[in-house]
């Protein structure tokens, strides 16, 4: 991050974002972007060396101006702020224009839980990415929503998902590594399914429009599409209409994502404060829930991150061999030593 130009505060700041969502094994969000962050760098859609500022404060909400700067460090000033408005208010918002990509959403949200508060957040993406019901061409983006609570001494509960059927990175890494695409992850304009990631990949980020992601649920008049189609509209009014970001498929100029961030201090909302234990007791009740197969207990949201960060902290976070090659190549043409080292599967 340093190469790229950014200071050694946002540098610490972006590397934990991603470090965080690699460990989680969210593989879409990590460092599989820098190739990418670096081509928009060179475009002009990032400043490295921006950092957000506030535009707008007032009570418990507040405008910031990401002035085109790294995404992870206009997130995390976001949520910081959403939090410092929560511990005097009871809740608190923040609200960001002028961003970019800022990773996996329940990064952030884990940062308010970690700090005994409810986090939300949610983001626009640009350009059109996501078919609505009924439609031939993408519009939207994958519009994520993170939301994370505290569960007391326990790991919080965390969710973590695209209003789409899967975010464009999650094909980015199908490409990657070969693989091919569920049935029902991205159609062309006729409604039938892409399964080469390569294909899909290249179709969705070539500004065409032949491609377009299902929305959450999945396309077709006999699915429920129009559920994730809904929650990407709120997203994006929530996200984009309310800090004055730019509409879905503006591909001019800089990324004008929007991003908004809640937090709740359940102290403030209920002196008794039952939040934390009662969300520690339902989620040891679901995850109690008898399975359909014994071999295959019930998971709770957030629990396949807590599981692949025990795993990855024990053997490591492994890595595609093309995204190595990348990332070989782009500390090459940024003139800075590549530290990875490839290690045998156990």
């Known amino acids: 991050m340093r190469a790229f130009g950014a200071d050694a505060q946002a540098a610490e700041i972006c590397t934990e974002v991603m470090f965080h969502t690699d460990l ?137 998902m695209a209003t789409t059927t899967v975010p464009l990175n999650k094909v980015k890494v199908h490409e990657l590594t070969g693989r091919q695409l569920g049935p029902d992850w991205v159609t062309d304009t006729t409604g039938a399914p892409v399964r080469d990631a390569a294909a899909a990949y290249a179709g969705l980020t070539d500004a065409s429009g032949r491609y377009g992601i299902s929305p959450l649920g999945g396309s077709g008049p006999q699915a429920a599409g129009h559920k994730g189609y809904g929650l990407a509209t709120m997203v994006q009014i929530l996200s984009a209409a309310l800090g004055g970001a730019d509409q879905p498929g503006n591909r001019d100029g800089f990324h004008d994502v929007g991003y908004t961030f809640i937090a709740i201090d359940p102290g403030l909302v209920n002196p008794a404060n039952p939040a934390a234990g009662y969300t520690a007791q339902l989620r040891e009740d679901l995850r109690a829930a008898a399975p359909l197969d014994p071999a295959v207990p019930v998971q709770v949201a957030g629990d396949p991150q807590i599981a692949h960060r025990a795993d990855r902290s024990a053997h490591g976070i492994p890595l595609a061999a093309r995204l190595t090659d990348q990332l070989a190549a782009l500390c090459a043409d940024l003139g800075c030593r590549y530290l990875l080292e490839a290690q045998p599967p156990a």
Request: proline fraction near 6%.
């Open 24 to 160: 989680s094994g969210i593989d879409s969000h990590g460092i599989s972007m820098l190739p990418i962050y670096h081509q928009e760098i060179a475009e002009g859609s990032i400043d490295p060396a921006a950092a957000p500022v506030i535009e707008h404060d007032h009570g418990a909400s507040v405008l910031i101006d990401a002035r085109a700067g790294f995404g992870h460090l206009a997130g995390h000033a976001g949520m910081r702020q959403a939090m410092a408005k929560a511990r005097k208010y009871g809740i608190g918002l923040a609200t960001v224009h002028r961003a970019n990509h800022y990773g996996a959403a329940g990064y952030y949200a884990i940062m308010a839980a970690r700090e005994g508060l409810i986090g939300l957040s949610m983001c626009s993406t640009r350009g059109a990415l996501q078919t609505p019901t009924g439609a031939k061409h993408p519009f939207m983006g994958t519009n994520p929503i993170g939301f994370a609570a505290p569960a007391g001494d326990d790991e919080p509960v965390v969710l973590d």
